[in-house]
Structure formats: C-alpha cells, structure tokens
C-alpha cells in the first residue's frame, strides 16, 4: 500500500493492484488502507481515494470518505467533498458497513 501513496510508484502500483484486484481482495486491503487514514498527508488521501475508486473497492472508499471529512485539515476534507460529490452513492453507506472488520459483505453496490 505504501507504494500506492508514493509520488513516483503511484501509477505503477494502482495499475498493478487494479490487476489483481477482484472482490475477494478487498478484505485484505482494508488493513492497509486503514493504517493510511491516519495520515495527515491530504495526498495519500487523493490517491488512496483514486486508487479505491479505480478497483470499485467501494466500502473502502466510503470509510476513507468518511474519515476526510471528519478530518481537521482542510485539505483532507476537500478530498472528503470531493469523493462524497464525484461518488454521491456512497452518501448514507457508512452506516451500512459492518462493523466487526468484515467489509466483504459491503462489496456490491
């Protein structure tokens, strides 16, 4: 996932992890995704968000939205509005998400 957030691996590691990515890896993705929403680095935001959107990792994307906009830096909340206008779906859908750490019942949207 570090690679992911990089500026110069960014592309490559989305490409490949876009590859890879199917349903049952999001699971495994959730971990990593979560130890970067601690970040005050608004672009691991930016790119962690793309990166979601691009793999259709959709409770990953609402959980990273929610997080932005509850953030204190403006920066991160405008990646926040962003992700809520651009994927307006996901409005309402954190509170729909299983709690217990299992997101793979949140997959289909």
């Known amino acids: 996932m570090s ?4 500026d110069r691996t960014h592309g490559w590691a989305c490409e490949a992890i876009e590859h890879l990515a199917n349903h049952s890896l999001i699971p495994e993705l959730a971990p990593l995704v979560r130890q970067h929403l601690d970040s005050e680095d608004e672009y691991e935001y930016w790119r962690l968000g793309g990166l979601l959107a691009r793999i259709q990792a959709w409770p990953l994307l609402c959980e990273l939205t929610d997080r932005a906009l509850r953030s204190r830096d ?13 994927y307006d779906f996901l409005q309402g859908a954190a509170q729909d998400q299983p709690t217990d750490g299992d997101i793979s019942s949140a997959v289909s949207v």
């Open 74 to 86: 403006p920066e991160i909340q405008e990646a926040g509005e962003f992700y809520a206008r651009e």
């Open 3 to 6: 690679l992911a957030v990089s």
